[in-house]
């Protein structure tokens, strides 16, 4: 990091710790199991753990052969394979999830291909319905709770390699779908281990969060994206299924505003809150029946307090870690001129230990 980007780090934590006050961490007491990380003193602030991660990620992107994965209702996603030039013995297939609006050139996608190469593990990265850079198939997209897709892709991957243990790692948005994948295949996974950095686990009140004070700019960023896309679909399909306007997507300033009359009629849902509370993956948890970590920051711009659950949201199976800080997927420890992206440690640490690599 230059001597410009480090004082602008310091005074932005400065400002932001004026403008957004101190994170309340005394929580009410939850099963938290003490995490080994220690954000950077420079990165001390969540936004600047957020936003500092994509910019401080290693610029080098990882080579992937890309797949088109045909779905039974005539869509398709695509898939981005990393193979190793040499597979470590017993060596895990790892199927990686995105966030909102994320794909291949994810940063948090790149590192953990980057930390899967050199561990010789195989890695695959399942993109949602249309976020692989061209538009899917159907007026639908995808969405928080959207399973079926993930099931599809890991029974295939089974069938082709029956002998390779799976483990999935997800992030954000992904995570929650993973979460309730888990949950929801409780005896009949055919993932050896999960882990879920930054899971949305109470979508409404996920929803409430990033539509206020600070967390608006995360909002308005991800807003954006969903409106191109949806725009292109409207632009796409002039019969659209449901009552859309071009006028009426471009008027949306929350994501909870979006989820009411795009997500949640075109996937099924009554509203934005039969939505929130069918897809949210909480009520998924106890069902889990594999090893599985789950990683929150206290600190997250895009969570609240909702999310933690309590110990009887949670299971023998589960071990669940929150940390003082990190931001959203951020995690970046280390000093100056030597960053250490957290994750990418801890996640192979835990895939290890419970497989026994």
């Not at 991800?222 to 002039?238: D, G």
């Not at 929130?276 to 090893?291: C, E, G, N, R, T």
Request: overall charge positive; proline content about 7%.
């Amino acid at each position: 990091m230059s001597p410009i980007h480090l004082v602008v780090s310091i005074v932005l934590t400065k400002l932001l710790h004026c403008l957004s006050g101190k994170p309340n961490l005394q929580a009410q007491v939850r099963p938290v199991v003490s995490s080994s990380f220690k954000p950077a003193w420079w990165l001390k602030h969540a936004h600047l753990q957020t936003i500092f991660a994509k910019y401080l990620s290693p610029r080098k992107k990882q080579k992937t052969v890309a797949e088109i994965f045909m779905l039974p209702d005539g869509d398709e996603l695509q898939l981005n394979w990393m193979q190793p030039s040499r597979v470590a013995i017993d060596a895990p297939i790892v199927v990686l999830l995105h966030g909102l609006a994320g794909d291949i050139n994810s940063h948090y996608v790149q590192a953990m291909l980057a930390q899967c190469r050199r561990l010789r593990w195989p890695a695959v990265l399942m993109h949602f319905r249309g976020c692989n850079g061209a538009p899917n198939k159907l007026p639908r997209a995808y969405h928080s709770g959207d399973t079926a897709d993930l099931a599809e892709v890991l029974t295939e991957i089974k069938q082709r390699f029956p002998e390779q243990k799976l483990v999935g790692v997800a992030y954000s948005l992904g995570a929650n779908v993973l979460l309730k994948y888990c949950g929801e295949h409780n005896g009949n996974n055919p993932l050896s281990a999960a882990v879920a950095v930054c899971p949305p686990l109470d979508l409404s009140a996920c929803a409430s969060r990033i539509n206020q004070g600070s967390s608006k700019i995360y909002q308005r960023y991800l807003l954006s994206r969903l409106k191109q896309s949806t725009l292109l679909k409207l632009k796409q399909f002039p019969q659209f299924p449901i009552p859309l306007t071009s006028a009426q997507v471009r008027g949306f300033n929350s994501i909870e505003q979006f989820d009411e009359h795009y997500t949640a009629p075109i996937h099924g849902f009554l509203n934005a809150q039969d939505y929130y509370q069918k897809a949210s993956s909480k009520a998924f948890l106890q069902h889990i029946d594999i090893p599985t970590l789950i990683i929150h920051a206290q600190d997250d711009p895009f969570l609240s307090q909702a999310v933690i659950p309590t110990a009887n949201e949670l299971n023998q199976h589960i071990l669940y870690e929150l940390t003082s800080g990190g931001g959203h997927v951020g995690f970046v420890g280390g000093s100056v001129f030597k960053p250490r992206f957290w994750l990418n440690q801890r996640i192979p640490e835990f895939i290890q230990g419970h497989l026994t690599l």
